[in-house]
């Protein structure tokens, strides 16, 4: 273990896109990065499968404060679809339940059916997931055989690309909204051809801007560490404020910083018409987060403890 990983935690503010490697959970990937740079806290901003691999936002310090801004975000992935063959969890990780191999597919079939899962949906979550039924998660349940009604929920699929078909499998290109399950989404796709089928790949290759050529995998943040110790890991982390790059920019005076931590609500002198805004300080550090009033009034919603920049 190298001195690095010996610091104690530290305050810090940032963002780093984790390209996860399958087999890993988010949680895993989430503990080895908060590991690796010392921090004193950190979060991830959404959930991947362990057999899915992309781009995993962990958010690090007092950057935790916006995470549900980017769990919130639109997101797109690639998916991989086996067909004639079901399992329990929807993906290669589960068990087989059922083989179809009595069915007709062609790429012709397969992007008709697509056009109906694209637009608004109500999509029911799978057994397998992290949501929770009665404090418990539904995963644990599913694993020990039982199922339990779960609520639909509405989700937009903004669109889906067919990129490759074989004779017995299909690659699509899905770009959707917070809360959508991909391996539910081809379950009703493999589904709707008649004879079901299961994530085999999934990639997720944007998220809210972010794309893999600002990602780092868990090996090349350990390189770094290695070679370049905590300064060098510091250059990898993204700007805070980067997470909102159309919310309206407020600068306030230092008197406002005050009164913004204290709760209090302060008025400035910008011509906005009502929206969240982003509250930066007289030497452009980033504040966090407010809402705006029609009439100026600037309430806090998310300020950090320290001014970061």
């Given at each position: 273990?190298?001195?690095?990983?010996?610091?104690?935690?530290?305050d810090?503010?940032?963002?780093?896109?984790?390209?996860?490697?399958?087999?890993?959970?988010?949680?895993?990937?989430?503990?080895?990065?908060?590991?690796?740079?010392?921090?004193?806290?950190?979060?991830?901003t959404?959930?991947?499968?362990?057999?899915?691999?992309?781009?995993l936002?962990?958010?690090?310090?007092?950057?935790?404060?916006?995470?549900?801004?980017?769990?919130?975000a639109?997101?797109?992935?690639?998916?991989?679809?086996q067909?004639?063959?079901?399992?329990?969890?929807g993906?290669?990780?589960?068990?087989?339940?059922?083989?179809?191999?009595?069915?007709?597919?062609?790429?012709?079939?397969?992007l008709?059916v697509?056009?109906?899962?694209?637009?608004?949906?109500?999509?029911?979550?799978?057994?397998?997931s992290?949501?929770k039924h009665?404090?418990?998660?539904?995963?644990?349940?599913?694993?020990?055989?039982i199922?339990?009604?779960?609520?639909?929920?509405?989700?937009?699929?903004?669109?889906?690309?067919?990129?490759?078909c074989?004779?017995?499998?299909?690659?699509?290109?899905?770009?959707?909204s917070?809360?959508?399950?991909?391996?539910?989404?081809?379950?009703?796709?493999?589904?709707?051809?008649?004879?079901g089928?299961h994530?085999?790949?999934?990639?997720?290759v944007?998220?809210?801007?972010?794309?893999?050529?600002?990602?780092?995998?868990?090996?090349?943040?350990?390189?770094?560490?290695?070679?370049?110790g905590?300064?060098?890991?510091?250059i990898?982390?993204?700007?805070v404020?980067d997470?909102?790059?159309d919310?309206?920019?407020?600068?306030?005076?230092?008197?406002?910083?005050?009164?913004?931590?204290?709760?209090?609500?302060?008025?400035?002198?910008?011509?906005?018409?009502?929206?969240?805004?982003?509250?930066?300080?007289?030497?452009?550090r980033?504040?966090?987060?407010?809402?705006?009033?029609?009439?100026?009034?600037v309430?806090?919603?998310?300020?950090?403890?320290?001014?970061?920049?």
């Open positions: 273990m190298t001195k690095e990983f010996n610091e104690k935690s530290r810090i503010a940032g963002i780093v896109i984790v390209d996860k490697s399958t087999g890993q959970s988010s949680n895993c990937v989430l503990q080895q990065v908060k590991r690796i740079f010392c921090a004193s806290k950190a979060g991830h959404g959930s991947l499968d362990p057999l899915a691999t992309g781009l936002p962990i958010c690090l310090g007092e950057a935790t404060k916006i995470s549900s801004y980017l769990l919130g639109d997101k797109r992935y690639y998916v991989t679809c067909l004639g063959v079901i399992t329990d969890s993906d290669s990780d589960g068990k087989i339940i059922k083989i179809n191999y009595n069915y007709k597919f062609n790429e012709t079939n397969l008709s697509l056009t109906k899962f694209i637009g608004n949906l109500n999509q029911v979550p799978p057994m397998y992290a949501l009665q404090g418990q998660p539904l995963y644990r349940l599913a694993r020990r055989g199922r339990v009604r779960r609520k639909s929920r509405k989700i937009t699929i903004y669109n889906i690309t067919l990129l490759e074989t004779a017995d499998m299909f690659t699509l290109d899905v770009i959707c917070k809360g959508t399950y991909i391996r539910t989404l081809i379950e009703d796709i493999s589904n709707d051809l008649g004879c089928g994530v085999i790949m999934l990639r997720r944007e998220i809210n801007g972010y794309s893999a050529k600002q990602s780092l995998s868990i090996e090349q943040l350990y390189l770094i560490a290695q070679r370049y905590i300064a060098g890991l510091d990898c982390l993204l700007s404020e997470v909102l790059p919310w309206p920019k407020i600068d306030v005076s230092d008197d406002m910083v005050e009164s913004l931590r204290f709760g209090q609500i302060v008025q400035v002198q910008h011509e906005f018409e009502r929206a969240n805004v982003c509250l930066f300080d007289q030497y452009k980033f504040l966090g987060l407010g809402k705006m009033s029609e009439s100026g009034f309430a806090p919603k998310r300020i950090f403890s320290l001014p970061i920049g």
